[in-house]
């Protein structure tokens, strides 16, 4: 027993390690935060590029774009974080540049709070239904 | 003077109020009907918009409008016109108080005032808006009120009670005046940004909150009863009292049969029901019946209810396609149907005719657009009736109100 779960510890850290070595990371996920009323904008030129699938959130945040205050019967508060949208998107990396351009373009006002846009890497994508894997599932 | 006479008094006077307080609850209707089909970032400012709009009204009405309304030429500023008294002192003893018959009116005008503050949401400035209210309360809506319900003549030139006019509650006395007025607003306002597309297209601008839209319009149904009832003016006598009973169950009838028509005509055009339509339905059948509750069947009630269900969603449908930007269907629903309710009356009722009812119409119409087109000429020329664009996009509630109405994540001011 006492063998099995240190071999068992073993095996599984040594898989890992070996499949992090052996793994062609070949996915991103594209997060975008970008102001709510360029949505549609957005969506538009992605579909243009083939990009097929996207989640969205309404969400509220902030960067460099200063907030301001209010008055609530009388006691200020602050107004920090605006409404923004942030877009997911998983793409393959050869689609990349083409999605953030794509998305710098459609989003763009060149006012501020126009929002960012983060590239991370993807490990896996498995289509729920199909059981498909990686770029098939994209 | 008699117990009996006394007793009839006491009980019209007392009818007269009630009546009067559920036309006042009509105000929360049209907050919670126009709250729920904005957008949630524009919700504030209608919701300002509405409980402002009817401060005004009645203050504005108590300063010049009645006076301008029922002064029949004796005008005087501040009610002081007004005895006490409704049975002594008059030459034909009412048996109302005066004051009973003003606080009766001054909720009619609110509802008048209050159709223009759903047509032109979600662009308007709120203070242009209200200022706007200031004139169609003080003097528009009063100058034609005293064309129709006090029978003076229109510039000295005809009487619509000669022509053979007749408006029981107002279908075209508040509500065809009132969308006129929005008419007016909405024209010089233009569409919400993006409402339409280039090709002509036009984008759907869902409500925020369904579950008030719905509330506004039962508040709607219920208030109505006071708006219809209470015009019968009287209910302390067999004849008054059998009166109210009809009104009350044809107008009830009436917003059944709109409903009804207004659901399955959706269906038909859009496939699923439309809630909104249905709402929307409802009210046009009221307010078809409005301009004469007391003489039809339950059944022609009903029917006529049907026809105003089936007008306002096509006329809704029709001057989305004029790009007349409309986004709670007010012009529709209170002018489209208002007209058509003013039509309706000759059909059971031989003491009004189609060439009355339609010179009323075109005078009422005429006046208000006219003379609304001026006053929102004006205001826009001197402060602009638009917000900017960057405050349409971001919403409203903050730059004119400084708050939200479903805030999250507020912080205190560190």
């Given at each position: 027993m006492f063998v099995d779960a240190i071999c068992g510890q073993n095996r599984y850290s040594l898989s890992n390690y070996l499949s992090l070595q052996l793994e062609i990371i070949d996915m991103k996920m594209i997060t975008a935060v970008i102001k709510p009323f360029k949505l549609d904008d957005v969506r538009e030129s992605l579909a243009d590029i083939g990009v097929q699938g996207i989640t969205v959130t309404e969400v509220k945040g902030f960067g460099r774009q200063k907030g301001h205050t209010e008055l609530y019967r009388g006691a200020e508060y602050v107004v920090d974080f605006l409404p923004k949208v942030k877009l997911?998107?998983?793409?393959?990396?050869?689609?990349?540049?083409?999605?953030?351009?794509?998305?710098?373009?459609?989003?763009?006002?060149?006012?501020?709070?126009?929002?960012?846009?983060?590239?991370?890497?993807?490990?896996?994508?498995?289509?729920?239904?199909?059981?498909?894997?990686?770029?098939?599932?994209? | 003077m008699t117990d009996v006479f006394q007793l009839q008094y006491a009980l019209d006077t007392f009818y007269f109020l009630m009546c009067g307080a559920l036309?006042?609850?009509?105000?929360?209707?049209?907050?919670?009907?126009?709250?729920?089909?904005?957008?949630?970032?524009?919700?504030?400012?209608?919701?300002?918009?509405?409980?402002?709009?009817?401060?005004?009204?009645?203050?504005?009405?108590?300063?010049?409008?009645y006076a301008i309304m029922y002064g029949g030429g004796d005008f005087s500023w501040f009610l002081s016109g007004i005895t006490g008294d409704g049975a002594t002192g008059a030459e034909e003893p009412a048996t109302y108080a005066p004051a009973a018959d003003f606080y009766f009116q001054v909720v009619f005008v609110a509802t008048a005032m209050s159709i223009v503050s759903g047509a032109v949401a979600e662009r308007v400035k709120l203070w242009s808006f209200l200022i706007f209210a200031v004139f169609l309360t003080g003097f528009i809506y009063p100058m034609e009120g005293s064309w129709t319900w006090n029978g003076m003549p229109v510039f000295g030139m005809y009487t619509l009670g000669d022509l053979g006019f007749s408006d029981f509650a107002g279908s075209g006395i508040v509500h065809m005046a009132g969308a006129s007025a929005a008419l007016a607003g909405v024209i010089l306002l233009g569409a919400r940004k993006g409402k339409y597309g280039a090709d002509g297209s036009s984008k759907a601008i869902p409500g925020g909150n369904l579950p008030l839209a719905t509330l506004g319009t039962f508040i709607l149904w219920l208030g109505w009863f006071g708006f219809n009832g209470g015009s019968v003016l009287a209910t302390a006598s067999v004849e008054s009292a059998n009166a109210v009973a009809v009104v009350f169950m044809n107008t009830n009838a009436a917003a059944s049969g709109g409903m009804i028509v207004a659901l399955i005509v959706a269906k038909r055009l859009f496939g699923k029901a439309d809630l909104t339509m249905a709402l929307n339905g409802a009210l046009a059948g009221l307010v078809a019946i409005t301009a004469e509750p007391s003489t039809p069947t339950p059944l022609q009630a009903t029917l006529f209810g049907g026809l105003g269900g089936a007008l306002v969603v096509f006329s809704i449908v029709y001057l989305d396609k004029l790009k007349i930007d409309d986004p709670v269907g007010a012009i529709s629903v209170h002018g489209t149907v208002?007209?058509?309710?003013?039509?309706?009356?000759?059909?059971?009722?031989?003491?009004?005719?189609?060439?009355?009812?339609?010179?009323?119409?075109?005078?009422?119409?005429?006046?208000?657009?006219?003379?609304?087109?001026?006053?929102?000429?004006?205001?826009?020329?001197?402060?602009?009736?638009?917000?900017?664009?960057?405050e349409e996009m971001a919403g409203l509630d903050l730059p004119e109100t400084g708050m939200e109405a479903y805030p999250e994540f507020v912080s205190a001011k560190s």
């Open positions: 997911e998107v998983a793409i393959s990396d050869d689609l990349v540049d083409s999605t953030v351009e794509a998305i710098t373009k459609s989003a763009a006002t060149g006012k501020i709070g126009d929002g960012k846009i983060f590239i991370s890497s993807l490990d896996e994508v498995i289509r729920i239904r199909t059981g498909e894997t990686g770029a098939d599932a994209i | 036309v006042m609850w009509m105000a929360a209707g049209f907050a919670m009907l126009e709250a729920g089909l904005v957008r949630t970032k524009n919700t504030t400012v209608i919701l300002t918009k509405n409980i402002a709009l009817f401060g005004i009204a009645c203050t504005m009405y108590m300063v010049c409008g208002g007209l058509l309710g003013l039509l309706l009356v000759p059909l059971t009722n031989d003491a009004s005719t189609f060439s009355g009812q339609l010179i009323g119409a075109a005078t009422i119409f005429v006046w208000v657009f006219a003379s609304s087109y001026v006053v929102w000429l004006v205001i826009k020329m001197a402060m602009g009736i638009r917000v900017s664009e960057e």
